[in-house]
């Protein structure tokens, strides 16, 4: 740099007036909206609150129809001023009557179309301090003075703009972190005002706020000469997640907040701080207490009327630049635009406080990478910063450009870029991009099957990045490697994976051993679990003793047996018969006869035949021991059966009378055997007679078998075959499941007392004669069913069968579409009106087929759809959210064609939570897809369907779930395509299949 001046030249633009309204641009930054034509001060005082003017003034003049508008001469030549009005469907630029030679007194340094202050290094000490905050001023949001600068607004009396040290790394989007300045306020325990001591009428500051919660501050005010008092006010806010801009009268919000403040005369606001419920999801900044409203306040409500185009509505939010946009902003022209189309730009006619009034940075600094050194004697500045996007910035400027040269000495190193793969658990993932956030790792990992609950913690800045990934569930993992990072870049660039510490599977909370909870006894305790865990005993000393004695334990030396007359010699056996209970087997008993303390006498009445273990337990001494085993030989014996003969048709019952009967006993008469059997005890036994071949009168033996014993009775069972029922034939032979009417004809059947079962069941009979019986055969499932006659001569011979006919024959086609519709045609018989038709899978899923028409021997039907259904819910369990805060599953593989149901409730939560399901572009994207599915506004509760019909992977998120942290619940569907499925035809009529 030089240490020269020369004479300067103001520069002098005109600007023509507006008769409607309108806003002067300078070097990207706006006026307040001015109703033409204003008053030459009011034009002057407007441009005199732009950023890029301050802390310099312009002066204005009236000349002709013209503002004539005179730059300061440090300033030199300037760019045009330009115009945005109503009157105008493009900005206007200023005409140039003088162009400006800076006069070199006072240096700018501009980078990116941003400007520092100008100084004055011949008169003025400039440090490297100065210099430093001159050049990081550039990346703040520079508001109008008149919003934060006491020094432009003396009306104000106190400021807060909540700036504190701060890193600068690529994520940082100052745009969403600060109104003016790069920071705000996020704590609600932090103060917006403290300490004041000034009256002042306005209450100023920027909020954005995204909870629905209400908002409350308290105030801290003392009036006239009484005590402070704490005032708990409600405000209304708008909760859009955007900023804004709010003065507030504060006499006003007293007065309609109490009565009371009606009557003050004078009061002072010393202290104001949010409510201690308001969650941190509210941001505030730039707060002021002053006694005037700031240049050209606009009130909030009227905000979204004020940016507005006259080529096209203003479409907001739209995206520029990658980001969504609710107010207007300046292109790549320095031009303000409200809306984008593909082919089209919309420029503002009017832009608000929230729109071009403030200037933002274009670009961000790395943390700690601005350096700078002043060499007085050499006139040289040195410095030296990286943007966080790793690029090369743009070479700083000299103002006015005669006064310095600027040299580029080192370019910036370059950023890595590409993705790569990774392995683990035996699994390739892949892309993960090389420069992904901490925070969309973890959503990336997470949506993957294996990994679970993960945090992640990204360090270092865009040339080179670590990732520190710590499990929040499943402890032990193996170590993840790099598969493949050929697609990085640069090219080589190294690629490292350490395990910092190992995690482990043992759960840290052990359950609290059963021993901890004992006392100490001399005696054996009587310990009762529930669930595993042990009871207490609440007898004296916690004592709920249990001993064995053999002084208390009869024995037994010897059993004698006669017939089923047992005798039992031993010691301990109660001389009580009731107390001495004998077993004989697994089921049967001997009862006592006859006992005293060294015998007892017992008869066996109710015991399985065979050897059979005899047992010994005598009442509140327990079982009896013994030396060995002593086996009772029960014997199977028939007494007596009932009736001694019977008609030769059979079907009629027989008891049998005797010992040692069991479940597992057949019986037989002659060579049949006797059907349902029924074991009314050891002693009695039943069943039902089988009819008999043979013409003539026969007698046939009656034997039990029960194992390997066999029981043969005394006597004979005798089939008398005089005046036996003659069955010759039956018409029909088969029906249908509906039965219907069914003629019997034959000889002996009597005029009366005829009754028909078709198996089991009773058949109606019609009609009757003694050749010929008419029945009404009931609802049967398909199978071939005997029938039996039973007359007042007996049951009719021989056995004739009806088949009940219910069965598919044939379908076709047998190939059709997954997604129904398909003409299906079923061939059989037995088809009945009612009848449907239903598809089984293999996981016996069912699927109707739609009738169409019914024929007894076809059935024509349309198949539905076979699409799968899978329900994810919010019960989920989140390791740091808990439950309600992760969806179930949260990732689900589903074939082509399924119909995925999302089913959520917050009313198990302690306070409501509000879900909605987004297509969302990846796995950390919250970059909603075109046309993807929405289930629309969140709800508490609520449901919501999808049907996936294309292969591929779809993610989703229910945003902004944890409104205090930003939490969204992510998922993941991956859809397959669908496999082919073979279906089992089921023909089903009434409960028969």
């Known amino acids: 740099m030089t240490n020269s001046s020369i004479d300067g030249v103001a520069e002098v633009q005109d600007v023509e007036a507006v008769f409607e309204i309108f806003q002067i641009g300078f070097e990207g930054a706006y006026t307040v909206l001015l109703d033409g034509p204003p008053q030459p001060e009011v034009v002057q005082e407007a441009l005199n609150d732009l950023p890029t003017i301050f802390p310099l003034s312009v002066t204005v003049a009236l000349v002709g129809t013209a503002y004539r508008v005179t730059f300061p001469i440090e300033m030199g030549d300037v760019p045009l001023l330009t115009v945005i009005s109503t009157a105008f469907s493009r900005p206007q630029t200023a005409t140039e009557i003088v162009q400006g030679i800076a006069s070199g007194l006072k240096i700018a340094f501009r980078l990116n179309g941003a400007i520092t202050n100008y100084l004055n290094f011949r008169e003025d000490d400039i440090s490297e301090t100065t210099l430093e905050t001159e050049f990081m001023n550039l990346f703040n949001i520079r508001c109008p003075p008149s919003l934060n600068n006491q020094q432009a607004a003396p009306s104000i009396v106190y400021i807060n703009e909540f700036e504190i040290s701060s890193p600068y790394d690529e994520t940082f989007i100052i745009t969403d972190m600060a109104f003016c300045g790069r920071r705000a306020l996020t704590n609600s325990n932090e103060y917006l005002v403290n300490g004041n001591t000034l009256t002042a009428e306005y209450m100023c500051f920027a909020y954005k706020i995204t909870t629905t919660d209400p908002i409350f501050m308290n105030f801290q005010v003392q009036s006239d000469e009484d005590p402070p008092v704490i005032e708990h006010i409600l405000l209304t806010l708008r909760n859009d997640s955007r900023w804004h801009y709010k003065c507030i009268n504060l006499r006003e919000m007293l007065e309609q907040y109490s009565m009371a403040y009606l009557t003050v005369t004078s009061f002072l606001i ?591 039907c349309q198949t539905a759809s076979t699409a799968r259904q899978v329900t994810i819910t919010s019960n989920g369990i989140h390791p740091t959210f808990g439950f309600g805060y992760a969806w179930f599953p949260s990732r689900e593989t589903v074939q082509q064609g399924t119909v995925v149901t999302w089913y959520w409730s917050s009313a198990e939560l302690r306070s409501p939570v509000y879900y909605k399901i987004q297509q969302v572009a990846n796995a950390y994207s919250t970059e909603l897809v075109p046309n993807g599915f929405d289930s629309g506004s969140a709800t508490s509760s609520g449901s919501f369907s999808y049907q996936f019909d294309r292969v591929g992977t779809f993610y989703y998120l229910a945003p902004n779930i944890d409104q205090s942290s930003g939490y969204a619940m992510r998922g993941v569907i991956d859809v397959v395509a669908l496999e082919p499925e073979i279906m089992t035809v089921e023909t089903i009529w009434d409960k028969f299949t």
């Open 270 to 860: 010393s202290r104001v701080y949010l409510d201690y419920y308001v969650p941190s999801s509210v941001m505030i900044d730039t707060v002021t207490l002053r006694d005037s409203l700031p240049v050209g306040y606009e009130e909030d409500n009227m905000i979204m009327s004020t940016d507005q185009s006259s080529t096209g509505l203003c479409r907001f939010p739209f995206v520029y630049n990658g980001q969504n946009r609710s107010s207007c902003i300046l292109d790549e022209d320095y031009m303000p635009i409200c809306g984008l189309t593909p082919n089209t730009k919309f420029y503002c006619q009017n832009s608000s406080i929230e729109g071009v009034r403030r200037l933002f940075p274009k670009y961000q600094l790395l943390d700690n990478s601005f350096q700078i050194t002043l060499s007085a004697m050499s006139h040289t500045i040195d410095i030296s910063f990286r943007y966080t996007a790793c690029m090369s910035p743009s070479l700083i400027e000299v103002l006015p450009p005669t006064v310095g040269q600027v040299i580029s000495i080192t370019n910036a190193s370059k950023p890595v870029d590409g993705q790569y793969s990774i392995m683990f658990n035996g699994q390739q993932y892949y892309p993960i991009p090389a420069k992904i956030t901490g925070s969309n790792l973890a959503n990336l990992l997470q949506s993957f099957s294996d990994f679970g609950y993960v945090a992640v913690a990204r360090a270092g800045e865009c040339a080179q990045y670590s990732y520190t990934i710590q499990w929040l569930t499943n402890g032990e993992q193996p170590l993840i490697s790099i598969a493949n990072s050929s697609e990085v870049r640069p090219i080589d660039a190294p690629m490292t994976v350490l395990s910092i510490r190992s995690g482990s599977t043992i759960s840290v909370f052990y359950n609290l051993p059963n021993d901890i909870l004992r006392t100490y006894h001399m005696t054996p305790q009587v310990e009762v679990l529930v669930g595993g865990y042990p009871s207490y005993c609440s007898n004296e000393n916690n004592n709920c003793e249990f001993q064995w004695s053999i002084d208390h334990t009869p024995t037994i030396i010897s059993v004698e047996q006669n017939g089923t007359m047992v005798t039992i010699h031993g010691t301990g056996f109660s001389a009580e018969l009731e107390a001495n209970m004998i077993s004989i087997g697994k089921t049967g008993s001997c009862d006592v006869l006859s006992a005293n303390t060294t015998s007892i006498i017992c008869t066996i009445v109710n015991a399985p035949s065979g050897r059979q273990i005899l047992q010994l337990n005598i009442a509140d001494k327990g079982l009896a021991s013994s030396n060995e085993s002593f086996i009772v030989d029960v014997p199977l014996l028939i007494t007596s059966f009932d009736p001694a003969g019977g008609d030769a048709g059979g079907g009629y019952q027989l008891t049998i009378f005797g010992s040692g009967f069991s479940s597992s006993a057949l019986i037989t008469l002659g060579e049949n055997l006797c059907g349902n059997l029924t074991v009314v005890n050891f002693t009695s036994i039943k069943c039902t007679v089988p009819p008999s071949g043979s013409m003539s009168l026969i007698r046939v033996t009656v034997i039990v078998i029960d194992g390997s014993n066999l029981a043969t009775a005394s006597g004979q069972f005798t089939y008398n075959t005089t005046n036996t029922p003659t069955i010759y034939a039956i018409d029909p032979t088969f029906v249908t499941m509906l039965g219907g009417l069914l003629n019997i004809s034959g000889t002996g059947f009597g005029n009366d007392d005829v009754s028909v079962f078709i198996d089991t069941s009773s058949a109606r009979v019609l009609d009757s004669s003694n050749n010929h019986i008419l029945v009404n055969l009931s609802i049967l499932p398909p199978g071939l069913y005997p029938i039996t006659v039973r007359t007042s001569m007996g049951f009719a011979r021989p056995l004739f069968h009806i088949e009940y006919r219910f069965y598919v024959q044939e379908v076709s086609p047998q190939i059709g579409s997954a997604y129904g519709g398909t003409d299906v045609y079923v061939q059989g018989a037995g088809f009945e009106n009612g009848t449907r038709i239903q598809l089984r899978d293999r996981n016996n899923r069912l699927f109707p087929c739609n009738i169409v028409s019914i024929q007894s021997n076809q059935i024509h």
